[in-house]
């Protein structure tokens, strides 16, 4: 993976629980887990823009090739300069060469 093509700036947010007053499970104010550079891709090779043209755009799985950081869970959401993405899989079978893959799907569609 080249730094130059890691040009979007994400923060990886993680979301704790916490219990409103009849004791139910809320979730918390989100916290800065990292900031760091990822490149953004999208399943199938379509970018954002062609899959929102095509109305698919709530179900697109985007995917997040960022440099290895351990502790990433599919319970965190990837933050883009105030677009949500909730984080359904983490892919770290190219930890051997640093990569570290978020599978992807974006909130509030």
Do not use: C
């Not at 995917?63 to 933050?79: A, D, E, F, S, T």
């Not at 051997?96 to 909130?107: N, P, S, Y």
Request: charged share 20%.
């Amino acid at each position: 993976m080249r730094a130059g093509e890691l040009i979007r700036y994400i923060t990886i947010e993680s979301l704790p629980l916490t219990q409103d007053t009849r004791g139910e499970p809320t979730p918390g104010v989100p916290t800065t887990f990292a900031t760091l550079w990822a490149k953004q891709e999208t399943f199938g090779g379509a970018s954002e823009q062609q899959l929102a043209d095509q109305g698919q755009f709530a179900t697109a799985v985007v995917i997040w090739l960022l440099r290895y950081i351990p502790g990433v869970l599919p319970k965190m959401r990837v933050n883009e300069s105030g677009v949500i993405y909730e984080i359904i899989g983490v892919d770290e079978s190219k930890l051997r060469i640093g990569e570290l893959r978020l599978h992807t799907t974006r909130l509030g569609i």
